[in-house]
Each structure stands twice: as C-alpha cells, then as structure tokens.
C-alpha cells in the first residue's frame, strides 16, 4: 500500500507563494517504489468537482493544467520519496483543497485524470485572499 501525506497549505494573500509537499511511504513495495509511482496534484473547491493540478511521470516529465502552468510548476525528489507543488502568484481562484495521488506503474502513462489514481492523501487546504 502506498501511503501519501501532505503539508504546507495555508492561508496567503493574493500574489503569494506556497509549496505543497506531499511524503509517500510504500509499505511492502521494497526500494524503488517511488520511481515507479504516476503522481499528481488535484484540487477541490467547495460545491466544485475534483481537478487535475499536474501530474508528474516515472520518468520525472511533468505536465500542468493550462490553467496553472505559469504560476505553478510539479517536482519531486526521488531520495525523500517526496512530490512537491510550488505555486506561486496565488490568486483566490485557486482556493481548494490540495490532494497529491499515486499510482504504481511500468509505463510513462500519467494522465489528468481523477479516475486513473487509486491512492490519495487526505489533502491540505490552500486559501488565498484578496
């Protein structure tokens, strides 16, 4: 079972920066589990569906929603078993949960979709003011 935690959100003023860290644990999976996780970010605002932020491949190439791609920017690293979200020039529009996702793979498959990840943390709230 893989076994994903995030920190780092919080409330800022527009035009601020936060980074969002999501640590993994892969309980029985050996070694070298974390370079063979699909990752992603997504967001969830109140009355809102779930949404792709980003996603990032075992091959570390990273994909980000248009909508974000300018202010924010998806790394992780693989000796912390860490994913990382730096999001800067935060506007309230963004204002969500954050959730990070994994799943297990042998190819470079890592779409945005909300149905291709089977493991998730419990989300860390980003809020941003005007």
């Known amino acids: 079972q893989v076994q994903l935690q995030e920190s780092g959100g919080g409330s800022v003023q527009a035009g601020g920066s936060l980074r969002l860290s999501c640590v993994t644990s892969?309980?029985?999976?050996?070694?070298?589990?974390?370079?063979?996780?699909?990752m992603g970010w997504f967001r969830q605002a109140p009355g809102k569906e779930r949404e792709a932020v980003g996603t990032?491949?075992?091959?570390?190439?990273?994909t980000v929603s248009e909508s974000v791609q300018d202010r924010f920017s998806i790394s992780k690293d693989n000796a912390k078993n860490t994913l990382y979200l730096q999001m800067n020039n935060l506007k309230p529009e963004v204002t969500a949960m954050y959730s990070c996702?994994?799943?297990?793979?042998?190819?470079?498959?890592?779409?945005?979709?909300?149905?291709?990840?089977?493991?998730w943390g419990q989300g860390t709230q980003v809020t941003v003011s005007s």
């Open positions: 990032i491949d075992t091959l570390d190439s990273a």
């Open positions: 996702a994994a799943r297990m793979t042998w190819s470079r498959s890592c779409p945005l979709q909300v149905d291709f990840f089977d493991h």
């Open positions: 892969g309980d029985g999976y050996g070694d070298g589990y974390f370079e063979r996780l699909c």
